[in-house]
């Protein structure tokens, strides 16, 4: 059963551009939401992360919007770079335990010079 | 520098033999887990251990084995039994802080193909 869905599957944006990916989650106990970012050949590392007692983060470029209501999150990387390309996981927990973490199937973002 | 040192980086294997992946972390981290990411599919926990001599099974458990005789190191070995082993595998770490946000660390991974 997947809890966590991600969209899209892949995403081709310009240099410049807005890329936004996607999740929606059905477990109403995920209290912790992180977004993972992993370039080829590499093991993931954490980009940002969201408890749902707020409805946005901002880090540098990188922003987590959150919809408690709709049960669903999103990632916006604002003015994308070319080395911004690489694969992204969303990913939710209970009470921010990594070893009930459960991701979602992965975007892989590709940014044009 | 600290962090996770997985080896080897790419192995290949006949069907039928079992192969041992190693994964020795120097983050002084109690709880370490191994992931296997296949495309489109995410990462899916195969094994974990919040504490040395004590692993419990992931969600695809079956077909592999662990142990965690020290703190520093998790091997992971896939056995014949696994049907589909050919993978991208992944170790990673964390500190185990209950109500606190747990933040994974990952290796840079192991790619295992069957021939």
């Known amino acids: 059963q997947q809890q966590v869905k991600q969209s899209p599957q892949s995403l081709i944006v310009q240099k410049g551009g807005i890329s936004i990916i996607n999740c929606a989650y059905e477990?109403?106990?995920?209290?912790?939401f992180p977004w993972y970012q992993q370039f080829p050949g590499k093991g993931p590392a954490l980009l940002i992360a969201?408890?749902?007692?707020?409805s946005e983060k901002k880090e540098g470029r990188f922003t987590i919007s959150f919809n408690k209501s709709a049960k669903q999150f999103s990632l916006h990387i604002m003015d994308s770079q070319p080395g911004d390309s690489a694969t992204y996981f969303c990913?939710?927990?209970?009470?921010?335990?990594?070893?009930?973490?459960?991701f979602g199937s992965g975007t892989q973002l590709t940014v044009l010079p | 520098d600290g962090g996770i040192t997985q080896s080897p980086k790419y192995l290949f294997r006949k069907e039928g033999q079992n192969v041992t992946l190693s994964c020795e972390q120097n983050?002084?981290?109690?709880?370490m887990y191994w992931y296997r990411q296949d495309p489109g599919q995410g990462l899916r926990l195969i094994y974990y251990?919040?504490?040395?001599?004590?692993?419990q099974k992931g969600d695809i458990a079956e077909g592999y084995s662990v142990s965690r005789e020290k703190k520093e190191s998790f091997p992971l070995t896939v056995t014949s039994a696994q049907k589909n082993p050919t993978a991208f595998y992944l170790c990673?770490?964390?500190?185990?802080?209950?109500?606190?946000?747990?933040?994974?660390?990952f290796g840079a991974g192991s790619r295992l193909t069957v021939l």
């Open positions: 990673a770490s964390s500190i185990s802080r209950q109500g606190k946000a747990n933040v994974l660390t």
């Open positions: 477990n109403t106990a995920f209290d912790y």
């Open positions: 969201i408890r749902p007692d707020v």
């Open positions: 990913a939710a927990s209970m009470d921010g335990s990594a070893r009930q973490l459960t």
């Open positions: 983050l002084n981290h109690d709880a």
């Open positions: 251990s919040q504490i040395v001599n004590d692993f």
